[in-house]
């Protein structure tokens, strides 16, 4: 079944650790997204692809990087983790001509950094 | 000018009732539109799409396009607690794509 998985599902960890959340999806979408989301608020786009080895920066500043090396990867990583990091990271993806199909969310990463 | 607008609520209607969400948007060549569904600690889902004016049923969703007016709405048909969550309004212009901050819906038994 056509899907996007994130893993972990929960994570705390300490601060100043290196981390990396992991994104990959099976539909074949070029297009991929991260969200940083906290409780009851707005999501924020932090990073997005829209292919093999292009990676933008989004709306919202973060100190995190993406790499996108295979169609169906797009990790995010943290380098050195603090406790401002805590938040729900979700990753989404959609079709070549974006918009018209609309965005399928992962389930998300809840990250707490202590 | 946020791109989306939405109320954030709470809106809460009795179980059974028609509960009606709204969404404006400010970029008048928006092509593509959109309605999550985002239960509370989990990512949104997909609900419903429209792409032009008019109304587009499916079950109890009705989702309803005036892009004169620059607005889509979102109703609910015999509304059911399980319905109670975060309604997030979408729009899309080619490679843009904007959510609103959602609505919270509150469907009491």
């Known amino acids: 079944e056509a899907d996007i998985y994130q893993t972990p599902r929960y994570l705390v960890i300490g601060t100043g650790k290196k981390i990396t959340l992991e994104c990959s999806q099976t539909m074949g979408h070029d297009k991929m997204y991260w969200y940083q989301q906290d409780p009851g608020m707005e999501l924020h786009l932090i990073h997005y692809s829209y292919g093999v080895n292009s990676t933008e920066k989004g709306d919202l500043s973060s100190e995190s990087t993406v790499s996108r090396i295979r169609t169906e990867h797009f990790p995010l990583t943290l380098e050195s983790a603090r406790p401002s990091h805590t938040s729900q990271y979700l990753c989404?993806?959609?079709?070549?001509?974006?918009?018209?199909?609309?965005?399928?969310f992962g389930s998300g990463t809840r990250l707490t950094v202590v | 000018q946020k791109e989306v607008e939405q109320n954030s609520g709470p809106l809460s209607v009795p179980e059974g009732a028609i509960a009606s969400l709204n969404c404006t948007y400010s970029d008048r060549v928006s092509q593509s539109f959109f309605w999550y569904r985002q239960y509370s600690g989990k990512s949104p889902e997909l609900i419903m799409s429209?792409?032009?004016?008019g109304d587009k049923e499916d079950g109890r969703f009705t989702a309803q396009l005036n892009k004169a007016s620059q607005y889509v709405s979102l109703l609910i048909r015999d509304s059911q607690p399980s319905d109670s969550a975060t309604y997030l309004c979408a729009v899309s212009n080619f490679n843009k794509f904007y959510f609103g901050s959602g609505t919270k819906l509150n469907v009491k038994p």
């Open positions: 429209i792409y032009s004016n």
């Open positions: 989404a993806s959609s079709e070549e001509r974006g918009g018209n199909y609309g965005y399928t």
